[in-house]
């Protein structure tokens, strides 16, 4: 059974980063299973799980940590497979007017309404014909089974009257 490594992945943004990650995994016998990248304030940051024979592990791992030398910080842990939870995923997309703490209030009522985040993008983006900034998340919710999603919804729609959210099953 192959062993899995998820990662994340900081360094200064430059042509050939994902080349030089990408070669290190196969250079190993890996292969990238799935990943998320950005450029964020001049930096590359990526998330990614990479399979690999048990046998590549600690070699792939000692790979990953040696690219410190050329820059790139990587932080990468073994993860054993967990049994799968039995969830409901819930498609989210919230949009209000920005303000400090809304990534607090929105985690805490997802959390709250027992909801997991399994993938969250967030934005700022300009009102339309007013220019200030508008919040935007998209994403991935989990309940476990049994939880009721409207009760997911309230606990958003509670955090303010300027706040549009939508939920797709």
Do not use: Y
């Not at 992945?9 to 070669?23: F, I, W």
């Not at 690999?52 to 050329?70: I, K, N, Q, R, T």
């Not at 014909?129 to 998209?138: E, N, R, S, V």
Request: net charge negative.
């Amino acid at each position: 059974m192959p062993a899995s490594i998820v990662m994340t992945v900081l360094a200064a943004d430059r042509p050939g980063l994902v080349r030089a990650l990408s070669e290190t995994i196969a250079a190993h016998g890996g292969s990238w299973q799935e990943s998320r990248m950005a450029r964020l304030a001049g930096q590359f940051a990526g998330i990614l799980r990479v399979e690999c024979a048990e046998a590549e592990c600690d070699a792939l791992l000692a790979a990953l940590s040696a690219l410190e030398s050329e820059g790139i910080s990587v932080q990468a842990k073994r993860e054993a497979a967990a049994p799968a939870e039995k969830r409901e995923t819930l498609t989210l997309d919230v949009v209000g007017n920005d303000r400090p703490g809304i990534i607090r209030s929105l985690s805490a009522a997802i959390a709250g309404a027992g909801g997991n985040v399994e993938d969250l993008s967030t934005s700022l983006e300009s009102a339309p014909m007013a220019g200030h900034p508008i919040f935007h998340a998209k994403g991935v919710v989990s309940l476990a089974a049994g939880s009721a999603p409207g009760a997911l919804v309230a606990a958003i729609e509670n955090l303010g009257p300027d706040l549009s959210v939508s939920v797709d099953l």
